[in-house]
């Protein structure tokens, strides 16, 4: 039998000293304003990139094997890492939770790895600081967006003012319609790059969108009941959970919002203040 206990506290108005005392942000990334975020879809297991595209490298869903799925993860990597080469007020952000049960990293700690072994990674030139991190909570599309902003925050000590996701072309209605809306953040300061999986199964991963991923969060905008409510839980077998309510306090109303009928519908959009706001 399973018991499933929901608890909630106010946000923390601020971390921690024991935790600030150790932070020290370098004044390179001072000037940092733009989050590129590359979402994670699989775990890569590998230690050679000479076998980066083999699937037996990676920890995948069965949906996941056989096909062009793993070249495009790697195609999301470099895009995401060429972008931020190119601008030096970036910030690269890998996003995605320990989410298989066999794995002992998360999506977002394998991508970084990749990344890092295939020496792709923005650095700053004159302080050799690299402008790249990970995401280590996220267990879905909409958590890949909102947590990165708050770890873009809790890595820079300010929010962006400009925001490029690099995923799945067709995964772009989810994340430019619906997502940015549910976090009222700005048509004209969100871009995105889609990339898809070559082959015949392209297809058929669009109908599987269509079906498993924007319509379910068309009627369950913030992802918190029923189906996606459900996804989220299988995607957390390590019962891990973010730091974001301490480090970026001024979300915690974001961050707990889930829309029922008393505030009109699972459909209802965040109302209260967020720090765009005034940007």
Not at 101 to 125: G, H, N
Not at 173 to 201: Q, S
Request: charge should be negative.
């Amino acid at each position: 039998m399973v018991f499933l206990v929901a608890q909630y506290w106010p946000p923390s108005p601020r971390p921690p000293l024991g935790i600030l005392a150790t932070i020290e942000r370098h004044d390179a990334l001072s000037a940092i304003d733009h989050l590129i975020i590359v979402p994670g879809h699989a775990i890569w297991k590998g230690s050679s990139i000479a076998q980066r595209l083999d699937d037996d490298e990676w920890i995948l869903e069965p949906y996941q094997r056989g096909g062009a799925r793993v070249a495009a993860f790697f195609k999301h990597i470099l895009a995401g890492a060429e972008l931020a080469r190119e601008d030096e007020n970036s910030l690269l952000i890998f996003t995605g939770g320990q989410t298989r049960p066999s794995s002992t990293t998360t999506e977002a700690e394998s991508y970084m790895r990749l990344a890092l072994l295939s020496d792709v990674l923005p650095t700053d030139v004159p302080s050799q600081v690299l402008r790249a991190t990970t995401e280590n909570y996220a267990l879905d599309s909409y958590q890949n967006l909102l947590f990165s902003v708050a770890r873009f925050h809790e890595y820079t000590g300010r929010y962006p003012k400009h925001i490029t996701v690099v995923g799945y072309e067709m995964k772009r209605r989810r994340f430019t319609e619906l997502h940015r809306t549910a976090l009222r953040w700005f048509p004209d300061r969100f871009h995105y790059i889609g990339i898809d999986a070559e082959g015949d199964e392209a297809v058929a991963a669009r109908e599987g969108e269509r079906v498993n991923g924007f319509l379910p969060y068309t009627v369950d905008a913030y992802g918190c009941h029923g189906l996606l409510l459900s996804k989220r839980r299988s995607r957390n077998p390590f019962i891990r959970y973010h730091s974001y309510y301490s480090s970026s306090p001024e979300l915690g109303d974001l961050l707990n919002w889930c829309p029922g009928p008393d505030e009109g519908g699972q459909t209802a959009i965040f109302a209260g203040p967020l720090p765009w706001d005034y940007t």
